[in-house]
């Protein structure tokens, strides 16, 4: 048996040395694939809150902010950070607890009321993250009889959240009915089968073509489920998201979506749908069960973010017409801008050097927006994403197009 004593010899520890160097090596040899590949993803520090207007280190005043999820301007909206401060004031830093021990407080059952009610669904169980959502939800839905139908370019998370199913997986091409037709038929030996799409897919802001995708489902006997990050609280007349938007609310099953964008920006997840589902989940899925429950400030933000939607469509529909001023004048100047009217545009470039080139140049002039390369998008398709945020002016836009125009001359994108 090895004594502690030999372990602390030079003997023991000199292969663990070696071992250490050979997987220090290794690293730094992945490392320096993504630098010369031009793929390497840099962090900046913004000294501010979030918002139109931040502070980022290393540059100098005031730079406008292109590159949020912040759709309706709630991250610092004064309401929303009074309720988390009451939250944090009244229920304390956080719960020490997942749900099921003692990590249920009244204001997470009054949250998901609320956010039942807003997506009019049966019952909504959170998660610490829509990822987390995402990788709960098909393990504990889907057994080895049945099948999954999923859009390829779907979020890493639920592609992550598949995997750990053990349902037969068939996956179509991107928002194709053809193709999602195909796999029905192939799949119809399934006992239940789930088509699984982002309601808007975050690299393109392109809007899956949900009325085909429920005709479709309806016609094979399928359920629907759909990812509504990219569009939950400004999406469709009263901000409920796509399936407002295209009309096919009572014909969607089941719901994804994030406390971490339009509605408020701090953190947390979830799933709307039948009560059956939502009760099962509470018992079986594994990120709501092994992780701790969402802290009360978090809690008190995203509530109050919801009740402010609740009480008015007015919030929901202020993004759009800002959307459609960037759209329209970068589209003029001569810059390629993915999707239709989504507050999501990716000004497309291809090479992800010249997209990462432009980004610091932009930053150079104020504004701070972020390339994006693979593999967050495929190869050759490297672009800048723009996020239109309702808390930006028309100013704020306006100084945005002319410093991509000027950003875009120098390298040559446009003439
Ligand atoms: N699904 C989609 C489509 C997303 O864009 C994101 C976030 O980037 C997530 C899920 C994960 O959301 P969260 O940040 O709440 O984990």
């Given at each position: 048996m090895t004594s502690s004593?030999?372990?602390?010899?030079?003997?023991?520890?000199?292969?663990?040395?070696?071992?250490?160097?050979?997987?220090?090596?290794?690293?730094?040899?992945?490392?320096?694939?993504?630098?010369?590949?031009?793929?390497?993803?840099?962090?900046?520090?913004?000294?501010?809150?979030?918002?139109p207007h931040i502070n980022v280190d290393g540059s100098r005043g005031d730079i406008l902010n292109f590159c949020a999820n912040n759709y309706l301007g709630l991250s610092s909206h004064p309401q929303v950070?009074?309720?988390?401060?009451?939250?944090?004031?009244?229920?304390?830093?956080?719960?020490?607890?997942?749900?099921?021990?003692?990590?249920?407080?009244?204001?997470?059952?009054?949250?998901?009321?609320?956010?039942?009610?807003?997506?009019e669904r049966e019952e909504c169980i959170l998660y610490a993250s829509?990822?987390?959502?995402?990788?709960?939800?098909?393990?504990?839905?889907l057994g080895p009889d049945d099948a999954v139908l999923s859009d390829e370019l779907n979020h890493a998370s639920i592609i992550d959240g598949i995997r750990l199913c053990r349902a037969k997986r068939f996956r179509y091409k991107h928002m194709d009915l053809n193709d999602l037709e195909t796999q029905l038929k192939q799949s119809q030996s399934s006992r239940m089968r789930l088509v699984v799409t982002d309601g808007?897919?975050?690299?393109?802001?392109?809007?899956?073509?949900?009325?085909?995708?429920?005709?479709?489902?309806e016609q094979y006997g399928a359920l629907v489920f759909i990812d509504e990050c990219h569009a939950t609280g400004f999406m469709g007349p009263r901000g409920r998201g796509t399936d407002e938007l295209l009309g096919v609310m009572d014909r969607v099953h089941i719901v994804n979506s994030t406390l971490g964008k339009a509605l408020g920006g701090a953190a947390g997840g979830y799933t709307v749908g039948p009560k059956p589902l939502i009760d099962l989940l509470r018992q079986r899925s594994r990120p709501y069960l092994f992780s701790n429950s969402l802290p009360p400030p978090v809690v008190g933000c995203a509530t109050r973010a919801v009740e402010l939607l609740l009480a008015?469509?007015?919030?929901?529909?202020?993004?759009?017409?800002?959307?459609?001023?960037?759209?329209?004048?970068?589209?003029?100047?001569?810059f390629t801008i993915s999707g239709?009217?989504?507050?999501?545009?990716?000004?497309?470039?291809?090479?992800a050097r010249l997209a990462s080139l432009m980004a610091d140049d932009m930053l150079k002039l104020g504004?701070?927006?972020?390339?994006?390369?693979?593999?967050?998008?495929?190869?050759?398709?490297?672009?800048?994403?723009?996020?239109?945020?309702?808390?930006?002016?028309?100013?704020?836009?306006?100084?945005a197009v002319d410093a991509f125009i000027q950003t875009g001359r120098k390298h040559g994108v446009v003439s």
């Open positions: 004593k030999d372990l602390a010899t030079p003997y023991a520890t000199l292969p663990f040395c070696q071992l250490q160097k050979l997987a220090r090596s290794v690293l730094e040899h992945e490392l320096e694939t993504i630098r010369t590949g031009g793929t390497w993803k840099g962090e900046r520090i913004i000294t501010s809150k979030q918002g950070v009074e309720a988390g401060i009451e939250a944090l004031k009244k229920y304390g830093a956080g719960l020490s607890s997942v749900r099921f021990i003692c990590g249920t407080q009244d204001i997470h059952k009054d949250l998901e009321q609320k956010l039942a009610k807003f997506h829509c990822f987390d959502a995402n990788a709960g939800l098909f393990e504990v839905l808007v897919f975050s690299m393109d802001g392109d809007v899956a073509p949900l009325k085909g995708i429920c005709d479709l489902a008015s469509n007015e919030i929901a529909q202020s993004v759009g017409a800002k959307t459609m001023r960037f759209r329209n004048k970068m589209t003029e100047a001569g239709s009217a989504h507050p999501i545009c990716p000004v497309m470039l291809g090479d504004v701070y927006v972020i390339g994006f390369s693979y593999p967050v998008v495929p190869k050759g398709k490297a672009r800048i994403r723009v996020q239109i945020s309702a808390a930006h002016t028309d100013q704020d836009i306006d100084r």
